[in-house]
Antibody, heavy 127, light 108 residues
Framework: VQLVESGGGLVKPGGSLRLSCAASGFTSSNAWMSWVRQAPGKGPEWVGRIKSRNEGGTTDYAAPVKGRFTISRDDSSNILYLQLNSLKIEDTAVYYC???????????????????WGPGTVVTVSS | SFVLTQPPSVSAAPGQTATITCGENDIGRKSVHWYQQRPGQAPVLVIYYDDARPSGIPERFSGSKSGKTATLTISRVEAGDEADYYCQVCDSSTDQAVFGGGTKLTVL
């Protein structure tokens, strides 16, 4: 499994950015995927998740980014995206994409974890 | 919402055992996952579903849970284990992931 993020950079408050995560080494169309960010000197913070297309492809977001960030996927190209709009200074962080591990049978589902991570891409929001 | 409480730091001499805790009132009903993060690197999953170990993770790493606390135990600590460790659970009502504040393991 290999995940490689790209698209980070310096952006002004209120600006937008689109991050990409190229996936290889597994059937990404069957996988749930997530974005996790880590502000300087802080712990990881979950950003959001997208389910596989055959499970509806639905998305969920953390409260601080809901309505501003959008996760999407292009399974034909094995790429995961994170669209960041209305960026704030507090969005400055390293952004990681990660594969989501979980038990797919409803009878055993008990939350999920992040089993593979990319090296991350840095987003800096500053005027 | 809830908070996962971890000690900011723990230390252990090489060959000794390090224990890192993660506390939450209802943790007994949640699955706990643990990550190791070395400086400048992405986190690595070391324990999932409380006590399962991914392939490639040494048997020296183990997880357990009792009462309001989950514990990551690292036996026979090595210099290469020096890193930040984070616990993670999912909020059962929102299905959103929550991370602990992290514990820095120093190998003396």
């Amino acid at each position: 499994v290999q995940l490689v993020e790209s698209g980070g950079g310096l952006v002004k408050p209120g600006g937008s950015l689109r991050l990409s995560c190229a996936a290889s080494g597994f059937t990404s169309s069957n996988a749930w995927m997530s974005w996790v960010r880590q502000a300087p000197g802080k712990g990881p913070e979950w950003v959001g998740r997208i389910k596989s297309r055959n499970e509806g492809g639905t998305t969920d977001y953390a409260a601080p980014v809901k309505g501003r960030f959008t996760i999407s996927r292009d399974d034909s190209s094995n790429i995961l995206y994170l669209q960041l709009n209305s960026l704030k200074i507090e969005d400055t962080a390293v952004y990681y994409c990660a594969t989501v591990g979980y038990c797919s049978r409803p009878s055993c589902y008990r939350g999920y974890y992040f089993d593979y991570w990319g090296p991350g891409t840095v987003v800096t929001v500053s005027s | 919402s809830f908070v996962l409480t971890q000690p900011p730091s723990v230390s252990a001499a090489p060959g000794q055992t390090a224990t890192i805790t993660c506390g939450e009132n209802d943790i007994g009903r949640k699955s706990v996952h643990w990550y190791q993060q070395r400086p400048g690197q992405a986190p690595v999953l070391v324990i999932y579903y409380d006590d399962a170990r991914p392939s490639g993770i040494p048997e020296r790493f183990s997880g357990s849970k009792s009462g309001k606390t989950a514990t990551l135990t690292i036996s026979r600590v090595e210099a290469g284990d020096e890193a930040d460790y984070y616990c993670q659970v999912c909020d059962s009502s929102t299905d959103q992931a929550v991370f602990g504040g992290g514990t820095k393991l120093t190998v003396l």
